[in-house]
């Protein structure tokens, strides 16, 4: 069946150090997104990407990149973690086109807690 | 910009009781309307949707109607059950943007 995971489902680090999130589908999506989740704010867009070599920020990208090398993966990497992306970070994917209708197939997410 | 406001949680109501979670958007075209659903420890599941106006999405007894006068999209179940527990987000899509804007979440607990 295809699924969408995340790895690692929990991550402790420590300010300063770079971290690498890995998001990965088997749907064959063309589109797929990273959001965090923090108490009172819902989810909030990070970065998405609607194919190879496509990327795009969202409402809170700063500290945050991505990259799109193919269908399957989009990598999230926190640059330089900061105690203000202790969050929960959850990958999506969706097919093209829909007109904004295309559901959406979310990751269990990741557990990111930076010291 | 595009947003959805939810109403304030946590909302805890006995097995069996009229569930309404108001969910109200603003959106500058003509989004298509979700709501989500978070199970503890799990990532979020597609409860419902619907795309144009006085739609009515339906799953699990769950239903909600796309009401473009009052730019709402209210979750509702006659009955609820303790296994309907959950964190529960609406959100909009609009139309060219394939990006989804969600609520901040309302927790739902139900107590036998």
């Known amino acids: 069946d295809a699924e969408i995971t995340q790895s690692p489902r929990h991550k402790i680090t420590e300010t300063g150090r770079q971290v690498t999130l890995a998001c990965h589908q088997t749907?064959?999506?063309?589109?797929m997104f990273w959001y965090r989740q923090d108490l009172g704010h819902g989810l909030r867009l990070i970065h998405y990407?609607?194919?190879?070599?496509?990327?795009n920020k969202g409402e809170v990208s700063d500290g945050y990149s991505v990259s799109r090398s193919n269908t399957e993966d989009l990598p999230l990497t926190l640059e330089s973690a900061a105690s203000s992306q202790t969050s929960v970070y959850f990958c999506?994917?969706?097919?093209?086109?829909?007109?904004?209708?295309?559901?959406?197939?979310f990751g269990p997410g990741t557990r990111l807690t930076v010291l | 910009g595009d947003s959805v406001t939810q109403m304030e949680g946590p909302v805890t109501l006995s097995e069996e009781a009229f569930l309404t979670i108001n969910c109200t958007y603003t959106?500058?075209?003509?989004?298509?309307l979700f709501w989500y659903v978070q199970y503890p420890g799990e990532g979020l599941q597609l409860l419902l949707k619907?795309?144009?106006?006085?739609d009515k999405g339906s799953n699990k007894g769950f239903e909600a109607t796309y009401r473009k006068e009052t730019t709402s999209f209210h979750l509702e179940k006659g009955s609820v059950q303790v296994s309907d527990s959950a964190v529960y987000f609406c959100?909009?899509?609009?139309?060219?943007?394939?990006?989804?804007?969600f609520g901040q979440g309302t927790r739902l607990t139900i107590n036998p």
């Open positions: 999506a994917s969706s097919t093209r086109g829909g007109g904004g209708t295309a559901s959406r197939f």
């Open positions: 749907w064959n999506h063309n589109n």
């Open positions: 990407s609607y194919g190879v070599h496509d990327t």
């Open positions: 959106a500058t075209g003509y989004p298509s």
């Open positions: 619907a795309t144009k106006a006085d």
């Open positions: 959100a909009l899509s609009d139309q060219g943007a394939q990006k989804l804007v």
